[in-house]
């Protein structure tokens, strides 16, 4: 079964990129453009993996993440900020929400493909073997 990966992102033009990256990694993609979409889709499917930009209106993806984090339901799913790489102190305000890593845009194939081995991976070994 391929793996769902769950993108909330407001910008249409890098929604776009990342979805043609992750059907290219043959992902299923659920998309969301603000917070509150987000963590609707979050609980009610369970993804095996979240993109989180940090700037969303309203809530931030930063807000969404420790609402993530803190509920049982949707603590264990691997959250991933990225925001743009002008920003200081975004990977620190990622650390802080919870976030289990953090990448920049404009996004890096080679790094976004590493992210998305590196969480889907682990999820899907084996356990006990
Ligand atoms: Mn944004």
């Given at each position: 079964m391929p793996a769902r990966v769950l993108v909330i992102e407001d910008d249409p033009v890098n929604?776009?990129?990342?979805?043609?990256?992750?059907?290219g990694e043959g992902c299923r993609i659920l998309t969301a453009?603000?917070?509150?979409?987000g963590l609707r889709l979050a609980t009610a499917q369970r993804p095996g993996l979240i993109f989180m930009d940090g700037q969303?209106?309203?809530?931030t993806g930063y807000e969404a993440t420790r609402r993530l984090k803190a509920d049982p339901?949707?603590?264990?799913?691997?959250?991933?900020?990225?925001?743009?790489?002008a920003m200081r102190g975004e990977e620190e305000r990622a650390a802080a929400a919870g976030c289990d890593a953090?990448?920049?845009?404009p996004l890096d194939?080679?790094?976004?493909?590493?992210?998305?081995r590196r969480f889907l991976l682990r999820r899907e070994a084996p356990a006990g073997l």
């Open positions: 929604q776009e990129v990342v979805s043609a990256f992750l059907e453009d603000t917070a509150e979409e969303l209106p309203g809530m339901a949707t603590a264990t799913i691997p959250t991933v900020a990225f925001t743009a790489q953090y990448i920049t845009k194939a080679e790094v976004f493909r590493q992210t998305l």
